[in-house]
């Protein structure tokens, strides 16, 4: 059973900056390596939305057109982690930030972790 623990969340000023983690685990079966990685995203009274993809290999990204250019995502599979780095956040990515690790079409979720853009 893949377990995902999300961190890093927290409450910043808008234009600032927060990297978020996620710790992945108990990879009995396949490693933490073939498994697709995303971020996704959920703000109150919205629908969870799709932030950002990295591939197993971390060679190729893909982001919401949201993302774009301020945020990067990245992943250590010799650690079994993957990192959200988001730069000039803006009033709207305040949201619960969701990792989400994908294989064989089957999806596992992380808790979330709160991010909080406020003056």
């Known amino acids: 059973q893949v377990h995902l623990v999300e961190s890093g969340g927290g409450m910043v000023q808008p234009g600032g900056s927060l990297r978020l983690s996620c710790a992945a685990s108990?990879?009995?079966?396949?490693?933490?390596?073939?498994?697709?990685m995303n971020w996704y995203r959920q703000a109150p009274g919205r629908e969870r939305e799709f932030v950002a993809a990295?591939?197993?290999?971390?060679?190729?990204?893909l982001y919401a057109d949201s993302a774009k250019g301020r945020f990067t995502i990245s992943r250590d599979n010799a650690n079994n982690m993957m990192y959200l780095q988001m730069n000039s956040l803006k009033f709207e990515d305040t949201a619960v930030y969701y990792c989400?690790?994908?294989?064989?079409?089957?999806?596992?979720w992380g808790q979330g972790t709160q991010v909080t853009v406020s003056s």
């Open positions: 108990g990879f009995t079966d396949f490693p933490f390596s073939s498994y697709a």
């Open positions: 989400n690790a994908v294989r064989d079409s089957r999806g596992s």
């Open positions: 990295i591939t197993r290999a971390g060679d190729n990204t």
